[in-house]
């Protein structure tokens, strides 16, 4: 199972950025899944999370500004981030708890990142 996350770049600030983050391989189900980013210095802190039924929760520093959501037909999460804020620049990573097959257990995976800059 590999996760490739997508989407990152330079955006000017008050900017919008898509990012995504593919599942593929052996997957039987995902549960939930997510996206965090770490800054330059500072620990990797979670950005926003969805469940299989689809039930959000963001951090507060993103509420309101960031959507995350999921396509299970493609095994896909995406982040839509509105009003960006210098703040904001981080490499982006994406989580997911997979099942490969239905009897294996969830197990985490990790996207290998994303770079996003917001500057002027």
């Known amino acids: 199972v590999q996760l490739q996350a997508s989407g990152g770049g330079l955006v000017q600030p008050r900017g919008s950025l898509r990012l995504s983050c593919a599942a593929s391989g052996s997957i039987f189900s995902i549960n939930d899944m997510a996206w965090y980013r770490q800054a330059p210095g500072k620990q990797r802190e979670l950005v926003a999370t969805?469940?299989?039924?689809?039930?959000?929760n963001y951090a507060d520093s993103v509420k309101g500004r960031f959507t995350i959501s999921r396509d299970n037909a493609k095994n896909t999460v995406y982040l839509q981030m509105n009003s960006l804020k210098p703040e904001d620049t981080a490499v982006y990573y994406c989580?997911?708890?997979?099942?490969?097959?239905?009897?294996?257990?969830?197990?985490?995976?990790w996207g290998q990142g994303t770079q996003v800059t917001v500057s002027s």
């Open positions: 969805i469940t299989s039924g689809d039930s959000t």
């Open positions: 989580n997911a708890e997979i099942r490969a097959a239905w009897y294996t257990p969830n197990t985490l995976y």
